[in-house]
Structure formats: C-alpha cells, structure tokens
C-alpha cells in the first residue's frame, strides 16, 4: 500500500520513510573508529546495501514490515533495548497516523487497547493538520519562527476502558523537507498574508498545493502519561479552585498566559456582554481591567465596533484578531474608533475570545500585547486548549453571583414576577456594583400602568365552613356520649356521670348558631378534659378498653378529632383553588407573549388576581393600548374558561360547593410601588388609593337598592364606572357569545354606594356550560382585536 494511501488527512506533504542520516553516521563511524563499534556499524552497512530503498525512501508501507528486524538494528542506538518497557516511543512521520518500530511499552499499549482501536491525534481536523504542515515548511525550509505548537494528545483506552490522555513530544532530527516540482515559491508579502488567514484554508492551499513537498526520512514521537498532569492540575487550581476572580487570581492567569504565548509583555482584560441589551459592560469581578470599555461602565456594543467586526464576535463566536493595530487601521477605516481605541492604550496586536458556556454567551476575554504581531491568527489556536478551563471559571462565578442578586431579591424583596424581574435584579446589581457599602436599597415603581382584577370565588365558604366544621363536632359529641354512657354503665362513677352531663351541655349549645369562639371552646373541652379522661383509665373491664380504641381510632390522626365533613370541605376548597389556579397560570404564558406585564394571583376562598400592563413594565417593547385591550377580552375569555372548568370537575368533589365571578374594570392608569416593608406591590398615592378600596369591598356588595348581591353563581359580573368601559366591555361580552362562552341576556344595574366610592356599574351575563365549535369563516377573535385596532 502507498504511503499517500495511509494518510486519512490529506496535506502539502509526500512521505517517503528513509534511513539515510542514520546510514550516513554509521558509514562516518565504520571510517574513523577502530574498535568493536565499527566492526558493529560496517556490519549493518553490509546489510543494508542489499535494500537501496532503506537510504532513498520507501513509498510502500509493507516495505517496514518486511524490513522490520533490519530498521531496528539501524535504530538501536535511537531505541535502546534497556528502556524498551520504560520508555513510550516510536519512529514516525510527524502528523501521520503512522508509526512503527514501537518499544515495548508503547506496543502494550496498543495491544490493551484492542485491534479495532485507531490511533489519532486528538482534534487534528484537515485544516489545522494542513496549516501545520505549511508552518513546518516555513520554519525548517525559510527560516521563519511561527510558534504553531500547541500541546497534541493521543487518547488511548486501556484493557479496562479507561481513557489515558498521552502528550505527544516529536523529533524531526532525522528528516528534511524538499520541494518538488509542484511547490511555489514564497515571498515576505505573502507569508504577512498568511500570518493573519490561519482561517483562510483555501489561501494556504494555494500557496501550498498538495503533495507540493518532500518529508524525507523518519521521525521519532515520545509519549508520556499526562492524564494527571501536574501542570493541567495547577491550571484548573488557580481558575477553578479560588472562590473569588480577584486580583490573584487574575495575575495567575495573566501569568500562565504569558508563559504559554512566551509574550512578556502580555496582558488580559475581559468583558461582559450583555446579549439582551446590546451592551458591553465593565465584568463585575475585582480591579479586572477592559481593554475595550477603557474608562467607562458600559457602552452599546456598535459604538466601538463596525458591523463586521461585531458580527464575527458576537453572532459568529469567533476569535477576533488583530495582528497589527496600526496596519489594521489602515485597511478597515470604518473600524477606525476600534483601533484608535486600541493604540490609545499601547496596544499594537490583540486577540478577542468569546466566553460561551451552554449557549450564555458571558463576554470575551481580551490578550493583548504592545507589539505588533506578537498575537496573530496562528497563535491564537492555543485558546482552544486553556479557554475550557477560564470558561468554566466565569461559568461559576456568573452562577454564584446570580445566586447572590437572587439572594438580594428574595431578602429585600421577596418572590417576584418574572416580567419586572429585570428591575428588582438591575437594583440589586447596582448595590452589588457599590461594593455593598450601602445598604439602602431603592423602593421600586412602576408608574402609568394599568390594573386588572378578577376574581373566582367560593359562593358562601364561611357557612359552609361553619355547617361543617358543627356537623364534625355534633357528631364526635355523640360519639362520646355513646362512650362515656357504655362506660357508666359497667362502672357507675361520680366522674363519668359529670362527664356525661358537661357533653349533654355542649350538644344543646350546637343547636344553637356558632359563635366565634364555638369551636375552639369546644375543641380545646375534649383535647384537655375529655380525652385525658378516657387515655388514664385504669380497669380490668375489657370491653370499656376496646370501646375506647374504637373511639380514637375513628378520630384523625392529625387533630384528634372528628375530621370527616370539614375534610371534605377542606379538600373540595382545595382542589378547586387548585385546579382555578392551574388553570390561570397556563394561560399566563401565553398572555405574556401578547406583551409583557405584570401578574400575581392569590389562593383564599377562590382564586383572585392581578395584573398590570404598561410601557414601564417592559421598557424594551413598544407599547400600544390594543395590548391593554387585548389583556382585559383575554381575561374575560379565561374567567369564563375557568368557570367551565370547574363545572367539568364539580361532580367529582366530596363537597357541594358554587362559585361566583367578578372582573374589575378601572381605566386610569395608576402607579404601584414594592412595599419594603410588606415584600408586596401596592397602590402609590392618596388617588390610586382609591382602586384598592373598590376591589377589597365589591365582591361582598348589593345591586343598588336591594339586598341581592351583584355577584351570582353560574354569571359573571363585571364592575366599571365609565360609559366607554361599558361599551368596550359590551363588545367583548358579544364577542364570547358569537363562541357561546356566554348567555344571551346582559344584565346592567348600579352598584350600592361603598365608603368613600360611588357611582359604580355592573353588567352581569350568564356562563354557558357548554361550548360549540366554531363554525368556518365566523367572526373570530383575531376580527375584534384587528377591528379595535382600526379604531385606535
């Protein structure tokens, strides 16, 4: 088989394997020695004359193995037989996966490895392989210094599986390189080119055709075990292991990078990238330096840079490298602010690398130098193996600083709205920035934004918590009566007989209407006096015992009480402030996305909520009263879906319970204001106050002149004080109709005058329970929104 044929990454190279410096010492030692290494030297010289191809290069790889004992014997003093089990080692072509005359150890290796393994060099892709080649060409035929290196690995499993990482050290004393007749010369002007296109693999391609030159002779590569490298691990300790990116931890870094780029004067910055608002920003970690920010805290990210140069940081996620400012500014005027940026600072070559961790884009770290060509596009590929290690730093320290605003929130300000969270963490931010010398935090508001308020509540959930709650205890007091007359029975006691009379006393008093203090009278009576009495006592008669286990077995195992008919209201209450609220939450995402705003609900006897849109909740979107008008039908919509729901699960609850709904119409905007104190948004101002008094007393209020309530089970009632409120609201109610979420009879009544606010109104409009399809080309939903948008 053809050398070329091995290769599995084509490149500028055409490898013949040949001996022929080794030959050419042994023939300088066969003419000047005289002693026995000579004789040793003429020797193999004699066997080698018989196989020409050894000193003019093999082309054919089946040719090594049949000259395998002889190119041993020529490499004896390159591989001696003494450390073949020490030492890790092969002859080889430098960036071919070919290599043989192994030691002994190396072949272990291989062997444990199994014969389906392949060795290859770790992330060697065609274009790097490539490029390598032609910086080897450079270096060795003209003479120049690329310092293309970076550390290569081979991957090796052994007989177990495990995965040892091996770093490869090469020795090109015994080739050389020559151009064939496909070779180009290269001028200075294009190696300029070259040094800043290491992307570029079509222009090295052409200045470097393949199979354009010769590697004559053999290699030889020295593995060694690097899987706990000493140097990795001290690597990781200084960026992975410090609970802070302070100034230590910088000048460690800074170090480490100067000793990998062998740069003395090298320096690192790094700058946060905030995505959302388009914005660099100054990192918030201790006395770390920008390079791009300079002096300020922060800039929009098209201030410094052009279009181009943006994209291919930001969007791209590629390096963005300069190997020369000032040549730089002289061929990409528009990216002049850039670059006198740059020089104003003494920077003459830089590299800008993005910090990207699960698709967080975090900033990019900055390495510059105030040398021209000192950082370039080849040595720019060493990032590649120290990156993962500072990224996952910043990765972590992002997190814990995260951990540390959430902290500030939830101590300061408790759970919040995802839709104004932005605010709550950029004033959390802003102390964090003050090195928390303050401890001031500001109270948050959001003025000019408008309330909606809607409400599913338990109809008469105080009665039928009282009916229950003395269904519970008529029934324990019959229970004990039974029990204690059973027990005076067998046993006449004093104690008993009084027992029995104090229960008579508590049944007579249930017959009577609760008061207030009824039930925990009551309850505190058994636990404290009644229950002591039965737990204590002492006889031998076995049915008073077994009596008495029947009755605390009856009991809940929790309040040790009678728990049946309050537990079925409990539970009725429960699941359906469960399923309301589940309900209301899942149709939240998709309200959101109409436009940000603000909601909170609250679980009591029902499910009420509350939300709040305005331009200063989101401030990043363009805000238009069609979102608010949007909001207010999506409501009504949801109200309606909810009572749906819950005549969907009111056959299946253990307690017979109706609910009652109410929205809220106020059309002034107001302002709310985080209450420090209370952890909670209200209300600001004396005026706005005024929508707090409406929504805490409506629900409980008579139509005007009567003693029904405005609300009813089975309707729905809003509540508006303006005419244009009733209009808007009339249209929806048409609307839900047309889809028979609604009955076909609107009523319309004053509401009774409350302390302190007259001159409300309600419609109230029945719910249907059941729901058609809707019919082809009716009128939909989109049709009202597009109609109330040709109004606006």
Same mark, same amino acid.
């Given at each position: 088989m053809k050398m070329e044929d091995a290769q599995l990454i084509k490149g500028p190279f055409i490898a013949r394997i040949a001996f022929h410096k080794v030959l050419e010492k042994?023939?300088?030692? @066969?003419?000047?020695?005289?002693?026995?290494? @000579?004789?040793y030297a003429r020797a193999l010289l004699k066997h080698a004359a018989a196989s020409p191809e050894l000193r003019d290069g093999i082309d054919d790889i089946t040719q090594i193995e049949k000259h395998a004992p002889l190119i041993r014997n020529l490499l004896a003093d390159l591989f001696p037989t003494a450390l073949t089990n020490n030492e890790i080692k092969a002859a080889t072509i430098p960036f071919f996966n070919l290599t043989f005359n192994h030691t002994a150890r190396f072949q272990n290796i291989l062997s444990a490895a199994g014969t389906d393994f392949d060795i290859n060099i770790r992330n060697m892709d065609e274009h790097q392989f490539y490029v390598f080649c032609c910086c080897l060409v450079l270096n060795s035929y003209y003479g120049y210094h690329f310092d293309f290196n970076?550390?290569?690995?081979y991957d090796i499993p052994d007989a177990g599986g495990i995965m040892h990482h091996y770093r490869i050290l090469y020795n090109g004393d015994f080739m050389e390189i020559i151009p064939t007749d496909k070779a180009k010369e290269i001028t200075p002007e294009e190696v300029e080119v070259l040094m800043d296109n290491f992307d570029d693999l079509a222009l090295w391609k052409e200045k470097f055709p393949e199979e354009s030159w010769l590697v004559k002779g053999f290699g030889m590569v020295t593995l060694y075990d690097a899987t706990t490298e000493s140097a990795?691990?001290?690597?990781?300790?200084?960026?992975?292991?410090?609970?802070?990116? %302070?100034?230590?931890t910088k000048d460690n870094v800074e170090g480490i990078f100067r000793s990998i780029y062998k740069i003395a004067d090298l320096r690192i910055g790094f700058t946060e990238v905030n995505t959302e608002d388009n914005q660099f920003r100054m990192a918030p970690f201790a006395d770390i330096k920008s390079h791009i920010l300079k002096d300020v805290n922060e800039m %929009?990210?098209?201030?410094?840079?052009c279009s181009d140069s943006l %994209?291919?940081?930001?969007?791209? *996620?590629?390096?963005?490298i300069v190997s020369d400012v000032e040549k730089f500014l002289e061929e990409n005027p528009e990216d002049a602010e850039l670059a006198h940026h740059l020089l104003a600072q003494d920077i003459k070559s830089c590299i800008l690398a993005p910090i990207i961790k699960n698709e967080r884009f975090y900033g990019f770290i900055e390495l510059v130098s105030s040398r021209p060509k000192e950082l370039n596009s080849i040595n720019a590929n060493k990032l590649d193996y120290i990156l993962p290690f500072l990224t996952d730093t910043v990765e972590r320290y992002y997190g814990e600083l995260q951990n540390e605003i959430d902290a500030i929130i939830q101590n300061e300000y408790t759970a919040i709205h995802h839709s104004v969270y932005w605010k709550f963490r950029e004033e959390a931010m802003a102390h964090l920035r003050q090195q928390k010398n303050s401890q001031n935090f500001k109270e948050i508001v959001f003025k000019e934004v408008y309330p909606l308020y809607g409400q599913i509540d338990v109809k008469g959930s105080s009665t039928a918590r009282n009916q229950s709650t003395e269904k519970d205890l008529v029934l324990q007091i019959q229970k004990l009566l039974r029990l204690?007359?059973?027990?005076?029975?067998?046993?006449?006691?004093?104690?008993?007989?009084?027992h029995i009379y104090e229960l008579e006393s508590v049944e007579d008093k249930l017959r009577d209407a609760l008061k207030a203090d009824t039930e925990s009278n009551i309850q505190n009576y058994i636990i404290t006096e009644v229950h002591p009495v039965l737990q204590h006592f002492d006889t031998a008669n076995n049915a008073i015992h077994t009596r008495i286990k029947e009755y605390f077995n009856s009991l809940d195992t929790k309040v040790k009480m009678v728990y049946d008919s309050r537990k079925d209201f409990d539970d009725t209450l429960s699941a359906i402030n469960k399923q309301m609220a589940a309900l209301l939450d899942e149709k939240q995402k998709d309200a959101q996305k109409f436009f940000p705003h603000y909601y909170e609900r609250f679980k009591t006897d029902g499910v009420e909520h509350n939300l709040y849109i305005g331009a200063s909740i989101s401030p990043k979107h363009q805000y238009n009263p069609l979102y608010l008008n949007n909001l207010r039908l999506w409501q009504l919509q949801v109200m309606c879906e909810m009572e749906n729901e819950y005549y969907r699960i009111k056959p299946?609850?253990?307690?017979e319970l109706d609910v009652t709904s109410m929205i809220l119409v106020f059309s002034s905007p107001i302002s709310i204001r985080f209450r420090m104190d209370e952890k909670r948004f209200d209300v600001d101002g004396t005026y706005n106050a005024r929508y707090e008094v409406v929504? *805490?007393?409506? %629900?409980?209020?008579?139509?005007?002149?009567?003693?029904?309530?405005?609300?009813q089970k089975g309707k729905i009632t809003i509540v508006y004080s303006q005419k244009k409120e009733e209009q808007e609201y009339r249209r929806y109610i048409q609307f839900l109709q047309h889809k028979h979420l609604l009955g076909n009879v609107i009523e319309t009544f004053d509401v009774e005058d409350l302390q302190g606010v007259t001159g409300l109104k309600a419609l109230r409009v029945a719910i249907n329970y059941k729901t058609s399809q809707k019919k082809e080309g009716a009128y939909t939903y989109e049709d009202l929104l597009h109609e109330l948008q040709q109004q606006k």
């Open positions: 042994l023939e300088e030692i @066969a003419e000047n020695d005289v002693d026995y290494r @000579a004789d970076k550390p290569l690995f990795i691990s001290n690597l990781k300790s200084n960026l992975l292991i410090s609970e802070e990116f %302070d100034e230590l %929009d990210c098209g201030a410094m840079f %994209d291919e940081i930001l969007h791209d *996620k590629k390096y963005l204690f007359r059973f027990i005076f029975d067998e046993e006449q006691l004093p104690l008993i007989e009084q299946t609850l253990p307690y929504k *805490k007393r409506i %629900d409980k209020s008579n139509i005007k002149g009567t003693n029904e309530r405005i609300t």
